[in-house]
């Protein structure tokens, strides 16, 4: 038995020795088409160590897929439906903070987002805007904030997981759907 696996285990490594770099590459998908689509976090926050598993985890997977011959769509799915109540409360959230940078004593709405990112989004803003928006109607004001916070969040959604090395294709925005 133990001569068996030695012999196996050497089989494997003169067939890697031979094969160099290209060990384990085929052509098994033939070149047909295949979506991977992955980590796809909400837009109303910063990426975490969860996202950052799903991206290596997802990644992994794509380039596996390519060395056996597939030819691969890298997808990440925006889930930014800017009617639906978690993006309203991001941009009011935002909105909030953006008032409150400014001086204004403004409560945080209800299942609003507390978070210290979106307190550094607001200074953003006011630092590139000054108070410009403190005089638009708040309805106004609220869709342009959550528009402004699904930009920013995607930005540096964006930039981490290029940090991290991992690409996508296409970024498909749920909005697109409504």
Not at 33 to 39: G, K, L, R, Y
Not at 45 to 51: A, E, K, Q
Not at 74 to 79: L, P
Request: with cysteine; net charge negative.
């Amino acid at each position: 038995m133990e001569q068996e696996i030695r012999d196996r285990f050497g089989s494997v490594v003169c067939a890697i020795r031979r094969q160099g770099a290209d060990y384990g590459r085929s052509d098994q998908g033939g070149g047909r088409s295949i979506q991977v689509e992955f980590v796809s976090a909400n837009p109303n926050g910063p990426l975490h160590v969860g996202h950052g598993r799903a991206a290596a985890l997802g990644d992994a997977i794509a380039r596996l897929l390519e060395w056996t011959g597939w030819r691969v769509s890298r997808e990440y799915y925006i889930n930014d439906t800017t009617n639906g109540t978690q993006m309203v409360n991001f941009g009011r959230s935002l909105l909030v903070r953006y008032q409150q940078a400014l001086g204004g004593d403004v409560p945080m709405p209800e299942d609003g987002y507390e978070g210290e990112y979106v307190a550094e989004l607001a200074a953003g803003i006011v630092a590139r805007e000054g108070d410009r928006y403190l005089a638009y109607p708040e309805h106004e004001a609220a869709h342009l904030f959550t528009e402004m916070a699904l930009a920013e969040m995607l930005a540096q959604q964006r930039a981490d997981l290029a940090r991290f090395g991992v690409r996508f294709d296409t970024w498909f925005s749920e909005e697109s759907l409504h």
